[in-house]
């Protein structure tokens, strides 16, 4: 199986994209480069600067995760990316450890409803009311939240 951002030059090139998007604000349901971007606009936004998509992305309230049991965001993005979801566990015999490129999936509420992206130790993720930031990997609010890593196939 070979995975898409195992390769040197996407890494380079998802290194660039992951700084222009930097500081861009945090807006609801957006996803304009430095104009403002929620969490899963700014993953598929990266994508689509690969050549991934076009994705099409539901409207859907602030609290749309507090009052649901459906899986929306996990069930989209195993239907709209080709690629393996790892279930997070700290297990010594099972710990899966994500490389550059990796969607990091969060669990707040009900259901998974935030994402970020994996890459040399930190997430990149679009905070509400902070906008996009570069979080050390291990920062423990996010890290105890941590549910799924997705990891896309070439």
């Known amino acids: ?9 996407n890494q380079k090139k998802l290194k660039r994209i992951l700084k222009e998007w930097e500081g861009t604000p945090y807006r609801h349901w957006s996803g304009v480069k430095q104009g403002g971007c929620d969490c899963i ?26 009052h649901r049991d459906e899986e929306r965001l996990l069930n989209g993005i195993r239907i709209a990316l080709n690629g393996k979801v790892e279930e997070y566990k700290e297990r010594k015999d099972a710990l899966v450890i994500p490389i550059n490129g ?4 969060y669990q707040f509420g009900k259901v998974i409803s935030h994402a970020g ?8 993720q679009s905070l509400n009311n902070i906008g996009i930031q570069k979080r050390k990997w291990a920062d423990k609010t996010w890290y105890k939240r941590m549910k799924y890593i997705h990891r896309l196939l070439a």
């Open 1 to 9: 199986m070979k995975y898409f951002f195992k390769d040197i030059e």
């Open 41 to 66: 606009h700014f993953v598929v936004k990266v994508l689509e600067e690969f050549g991934f998509g076009p994705f099409k992305i539901q409207k859907y309230p602030r609290d749309w995760h507090l």
């Open 102 to 105: 990796d969607i990091i999936l």
């Open 117 to 124: 992206i994996y890459f040399d130790n930190h997430v990149y």
